[in-house]
C-alpha cells in the first residue's frame, strides 16, 4: 500500500512536467512542419518558375557574352608594376610624375639572320634584307604620321651605315649572319590597342617574307615589350581552350558515371558557359577601373569549370538518391 501511495504522489508531482514536455514536442513538431512547408512551397515557386528562371540566364549570357569577350581583350598579360606601399613603388610614381613621357617609351627589335648559317650565308645584310627594312621602316613612319608624335628613333643597319659612325656597326653580329632594326616609340594606355594592331602588322609582314625566303635565305623575327604582350595575350587565348578541351573529357567521363543518365549530364553542363560567359562579363566593368591580369582569368576559368562539376555531382546524385527511393 505505500509503495502505491508513493507512486501516486511521484506521478501527480511529475504530471505537469509531463504535460509541458509533450506541449513542447508537439510545438517542435509543429515548428517542423511549419518549416518543412515553408520549404516545400520555396522549391515549389521555384519549380513553378523553372522556364522563366532558364531564359533570364539565357539571355543574360547573350548579353554579358560580348563584355566576356572584351574583358579577355583588356586583360593585362603580366603586371610591370611593383606592389603598392613598397619603395619600388614609391620610386615609380616618382619617376612617372617628374618624367611622365619617358615612362611610356617602349623598344621594339626585329631581327634578320641567316636560315642556315653554316651554309653559304657569308653575311646577313643582302640586298633582300635591305629591301624587308626599308618597307618596315616606311611602316613604322606611316604609323607615326598616322598618330603623330609617337615614333621618337629608328635604327637600322643600313641607316647607321649610311652615317660613317666612328667604330664597327652595332646593328650588325660580329660573324655578319645577322642585323637588327629597331625602334623606340611612345605607347601610353589609351594606345595600347593600335599599338598591338599595328605591331600585328608587323608580324603578318615578316611572316610573308620569311615564306618566300628559301631555305639557304633570311628569316626575320620581332620582339620588344609590344610584341611580347601581344604574343603572350594570343598564346593563352589560343591555349587555353585547346588545355581544357583536350582535359575535359575526363571530369566529363567521371560525372557521367556517378549520374548514369544522359539528361541529368546534359543538365550538369549546361550551367557552364552561362557560369562563364556572366562572370566574365561582370568582370569586365572591374577592368575598367582596375587592370585585371590574365591568371586571374585562368583562374576564374578553373574556378568556374570546377565548382559547377562540383555542385552539379552533389545536387543531381542526392536528386537520383531521392527519385529512386521513391521521393
Request: hydrophobic content about 30%; overall charge negative; aromatic content about 2%.
Given at each position: 500500500r505505500g509503495k502505491n501511495m508513493s507512486s501516486r504522489m511521484l506521478t501527480r508531482e511529475l504530471s505537469p512536467t509531463s504535460h509541458l514536455l509533450e506541449a513542447r514536442a508537439c510545438q517542435a513538431v509543429h515548428h517542423g512542419e511549419k518549416k518543412e512547408d515553408a520549404c516545400f512551397s520555396f522549391a515549389r515557386g521555384i519549380y513553378r518558375l523553372r522556364f522563366v528562371f532558364v531564359l533570364v540566364w539565357v539571355v543574360a549570357t547573350v548579353l554579358f557574352a560580348p563584355f566576356a569577350w572584351g574583358l579577355i581583350l583588356r586583360a593585362a598579360p603580366m603586371t610591370k608594376t611593383p606592389?603598392?606601399?613598397t619603395r619600388s613603388s614609391a620610386a615609380m610614381q616618382m619617376f612617372e610624375e617628374h618624367f611622365s613621357g619617358l615612362a611610356i617609351l617602349r623598344k621594339e627589335m626585329i631581327v634578320i639572320k641567316c636560315k642556315q648559317p653554316w651554309r653559304n650565308c657569308p653575311t646577313a645584310a643582302t640586298v633582300m634584307a635591305k629591301g624587308l627594312v626599308l618597307k618596315l621602316q616606311d611602316m613604322v613612319k606611316r604609323f607615326d604620321v598616322e598618330n603623330p608624335d609617337t615614333v621618337v628613333q629608328i635604327h637600322t643597319y643600313f641607316g647607321h651605315a649610311g652615317h660613317h659612325q666612328l667604330g664597327d656597326n652595332p646593328f650588325i653580329a660580329g660573324d655578319k649572319k645577322s642585323i637588327m632594326m629597331s625602334w623606340i616609340w611612345r605607347v601610353p594606355p589609351s594606345m595600347?590597342?593600335?599599338?598591338?594592331?599595328?605591331?600585328?602588322?608587323?608580324?603578318?609582314?615578316?611572316?610573308l617574307n620569311n615564306a618566300y625566303s628559301g631555305e639557304d635565305g633570311l628569316e626575320a623575327a620581332a620582339t620588344g615589350i609590344v610584341f611580347l604582350?601581344?604574343?603572350?595575350?594570343?598564346?593563352?587565348?589560343?591555349?587555353?581552350?585547346?588545355?581544357?578541351?583536350?582535359t575535359i573529357w575526363l571530369p566529363f567521363l567521371i560525372l557521367a558515371l556517378a549520374l548514369r543518365s544522359g539528361r541529368m549530364l546534359l543538365l550538369a553542363l549546361f550551367p557552364m558557359p552561362i557560369e562563364i560567359c556572366v562572370s566574365f562579363g561582370f568582370m569586365y566593368f572591374v577592368s575598367l577601373s582596375t587592370p585585371v591580369v590574365l591568371f586571374a582569368l585562368m583562374m576564374m576559368l578553373m574556378l568556374c569549370t570546377s565548382l559547377s562539376f562540383d555542385y552539379a555531382l552533389f545536387t543531381l546524385t542526392r536528386y537520383a538518391e531521392e527519385r529512386a527511393a521513391g521521393e
Open positions: 606592389p603598392p606601399g595600347k590597342g593600335k599599338a598591338e594592331d599595328f605591331c600585328e602588322e608587323i608580324k603578318k609582314e615578316i611572316k604582350d601581344h604574343a603572350m595575350k594570343e598564346t593563352l587565348i589560343e591555349e587555353i581552350p585547346v588545355h581544357e578541351i583536350s
